[in-house]
């Protein structure tokens, strides 16, 4: 009789530390699945319902899940200060740089190519072969 009760002890305990251990588990698949809402309402952002209805119906796939925490985060608002950024170097940079075609001989065809694809990169012109044109 005292080894039914003892095997009944164990077994309650066991359920208990696996039902805990399970509840746990729960809880923390649910706060990483409800993550962009979280971020969303922690942030006061306008769309909160509409970010938790989104994360709710297609946070399962992983695309819906991504733009949920992107909303919730103003990814958008990042991007557009990053390209307000961009624009306004290149502008800075453009007004700087005041070199004049006159004084220079007429680029060859090959010339023009590379010289028309140019990247802004911390305030030089560089030229898609890497080289800096310094108007300064």
Sequence with gaps: MEIFLIIFVLLILGITIGLFINVAWLALGLILYFAPTIAAAYKKHEHTLWIFL???????????WLAALLWALDFDK??????????????????????????????????????SNKDIIEGEVVNNDGNADNCA
């Design 54 to 64: 989104v994360n709710l119906f297609f946070g399962w796939s992983v695309i819906g």
């Design 78 to 115: 990042v991007i557009m200060d990053f390209i307000e950024y961009r624009k306004e170097k290149a502008a800075k940079v453009n007004q700087n740089c005041s070199c004049s075609n006159s004084a220079k001989e007429q680029p060859s065809k090959e010339t023009e190519n590379q010289t």
